[in-house]
């Protein structure tokens, strides 16, 4: 199965984490009682607060963005990507065995 994409673009103020409607379809065709977003956006301030509390963001905003009623669902989409939108490259994965940064 390919792996779901999340694209996540810089702004001037911020993050957009966003999905593919076809993504999205793939969700919620695994969990049913799923209700993925669009996009989400983080601005840097709210970021940069969150970050020595919490961790990596995206471990947050996945669950917001992908409609999962917890962290731990995440696995059980298989394979999660988020590819950075400016230079097309691979910044994290999630997969049914463990996390990697790349």
Known sequence: MKPIKIRVAHQLNGYTFSILPSDQLRVTTLLP????????FVAYPIQSDFMPYFNRVETHVLPAL???ENKDDLF??????????THEKLLHQINQIHEQTV
């Open 33 to 40: 009682n799923a209700f993925p977003a669009s996009r989400i």
């Open 66 to 68: 992908l409609g999962l």
């Open 76 to 85: 059980k989409l298989g394979e999660i990507q988020l590819w950075d939108t």
